[in-house]
Nanobody
């Protein structure tokens, strides 16, 4: 059974940085599409970015230039480096996976496997 687990969340002031990690069991993160999502209080879950098997990465507009996705195949771990955090970045952050080599979509419904999420709080 595929299991994903996020870590690294916490509280930070606006302008600060955090690095999230996602580890997987029974799933090769380097073989398929993996993505980061976030869900702010009272809002729908939204994509942050994704990485395909070939290493191609996409980011959504709100985080472009500030967030970086990196994959460590040796450790089967996915990272999300978040810089210049803003208060609107306060959310639960999730990693998610789908058993396709390419991502093609960042729709929530397209991802079958999810972690439990990690809370990120950005204060102004």
């Amino acid at each position: 059974q595929v299991q994903l687990a996020e870590s690294g969340g916490g509280s930070v002031q606006a302008g600060g940085s955090l690095r999230l990690s996602c580890t997987a069991s029974e799933y090769n993160l380097g073989k398929y599409c993996v993505a980061w999502f976030r869900q702010a209080p009272g809002k729908e879950r939204e994509a942050v970015g994704s990485i395909a098997r070939d290493g191609s990465i996409t980011y959504t507009d709100p985080v472009k230039g500030r967030f970086t996705i990196a994959r460590d195949n040796a450790k089967n771990t996915l990272h999300l480096q978040m810089n210049s955090l803003k208060p609107e970045g306060t959310a639960v952050y999730y990693c998610a996976a789908r058993k396709f080599p390419q991502c093609w979509t960042e729709a929530v419904s397209a991802f079958a496997y999810w972690g439990q999420g990690t809370q990120v709080t950005v204060s102004s």
